[in-house]
């Protein structure tokens, strides 16, 4: 019967969290802050309520440096509802800007044919280059049809059919005047990351709208948010817990058309729990909010912001430390380990590898590492071996406890090279 | 600083749970069935969770006795993701089958001007009694247009255009071949319920299909649930914890056509994380959910389960005599006290009053009542005066208390009868 203190867990998420913030939310769950009443059961639309929303907006802005002109967004149904949500919202954004140029001069009415006639235009840009990427791009293709859905890039050709590299910047077939150019920073099941910001979408002075999934490397590095148009993350890696979804948002993206008009155009548009602009106009309260959820971000993020005084800048450098002494382990035994991206794509929070030896030895490898109390380390199941998830909540010291496991496990009278 | 005991809270949702449910998810959330691991920790894929899933679909099964041909989802955006979510599945599911009658012997492409023509005349019936089955309506109208929405009743209308009643069922204006007949069991805001399954809806050869949103009162009556073809409730009221929402829905009306046809048919489609087809192919987890709300919501189950031998038919007496001991006390100073609704459809769930004298006694009542620890009483802001909800963790004695002090109040020596 293991405690807190004997088990480090690398599940992908739902992750780890800190223990001093479930204790805190473990009591607060039955009497928030002496009201005598527990924090899930106090209304959402209640003074507390609206305190732990705002300060937990206001922690995210100053640990991630969030400019003014985006808005802060708590939202329902995950990364997956953001798929559809980044879909549809941009579409409909880009809709209202095409409405205004058509205008122009001319009466409304005169308007809806060219706007027909530039919908037959409309692309949305997906970069490809893993499992969460071509889930979006595919839940696009299945909202509003595939001829509205360019693949810029994927990251499987030229790499045998499987994802594992971030391909060349020069090969990306970017669209003029796309809807938005979308990716994913982070790769979970793939274990891809972008090493930065992409070139080729620099701001220009015609965009691109550049829209970002950071679920799983959220609040690990420095973002230079200004160039995106919005992010979104799932809460239950680095953030919190499951049930919220944040999207950082720039203000001048959330216009939308009426549904009229666009059910005009033969364009869908979003449920209103996916609007941004509806969910933006009531500080996130459009519908009953898990305010428990939002309570345990808020607390990881006055953690954070205790524990770096230099912010999210402090906690790049721990991320990379942490992710470096892993892969310095794994690279020491070329012959017993393969990591599965190239190393200029490798995640520095899904660590993906294969052992040698096929299943038998991967399995080893997951009972020994079990017996020292480290867990959640079994791959995703459509790309099997080893996966570690190095989110913010893994120590140094669990890190390296990892890394001399592998170390161990791999040398001459480890597991792996008995059998 | 109150503890628990001292506080009895009536709010409207985010409802009161039970301090041992609350006990027992503090301790889970920390280490959970001695696993050194939180059970919001625990991966959605693990076999922890799909235990917990399936043991909480059994307990509702068991304890609403849902028959086998009906599939239980757990879901992510709340009620208000229910309302676009119910109009998307039963219009898709309607096509699916004109499609079938449409093909008959003839090729799949000859169908799809016959369904294009059979769409003009495609409705979604609301019986409108208050502002949530308000909304749905709304959304419904939105999304497809409002020449696909048909207004069965408004109880408005004959009520000098406040809701509070539920119109005369002869009154009625049913579609032939409605996709979905849409009503709201009971009207949080409103305190407007229906007191059983309506007449004009009792299932004939051809349907009506009839979907109901059961949010603010699942659990305290029985219901005949095989004369629904779905129902849905958000669990923060007498289930649980913001976070999930459940859709009862008999397994014959799951399956929903190709996007590429509902696109030819210029119709929406659901975003994946609200098509129920989806995710009741993945037992809840086509992408990752709250663990820890089923796992409250399971709590809640065994504990009604324990209580009542005759499941939800004792809750439902209990439910009956709490409500009673509030309107008594109501009805004994028709001076004081105006029940908002009509006695015909009075909620055992919102009981909504207001008190003669205006805001300023309004206020007073709120005031002494919450110096007994009787909390949580304010209306909706939309209709403002008092609102005492009655969900299934208010005990009989925090009923009779505050009973009893309805009577004091308006008693000759109470604050009411003073100014």
Redesign the interface.
Known sequence: ????S??T?F???????P?DV??E???A???YN?????V??????SAIAATIINEAKADLASYLDIPDDYEILFM??????Q???MA?NFVGNWVTRKHKEAQGSESDESAVPKLKSAVENLKMDYIVTGGWSQKAAA?AE??F?SEHVNIVADGRKANGGKYGTIPNEDTWNLSRDAAMVYYCDNETVHGVEFPGFPKRLEPGPDGPIVVADMSSNILSRKIPISKFAAIFF?A?KNLG???ITVVVIQKRFLQQPS??LM?QL?L???????EFETIAKNNSL????????VFIAGRVLKRLLQQHPDKVQGQELLSQKKAQLIYEALEAYPDIYQIIPDKAARSRMNICFRIKGGDAVEEAFLKDAAAL?L??LKGH?ELKGIRASNYNSISLEAAEKLADFIRAFASPSGTAAVE
């Open positions: 019967m293991p405690s807190r004997d088990i867990y599940g992908a998420g739902p992750a780890l969290l223990t479930l204790e939310a473990a009591a769950l039955l009497n002496d009201t005598g009443l527990g899930a059961e106090h209304s959402h639309r329902h149904g995950g990364g997956s509802g798929f559809a949500a549809y839940e299945r909202l049809g799932g239950q817990s499951t049930g549904a009229a059910r033969g869908p548009i979003p449920p209103r729990i996916l459009y519908n009953t909010l898990s305010i428990f959820d109390g867990t959640g199941r």
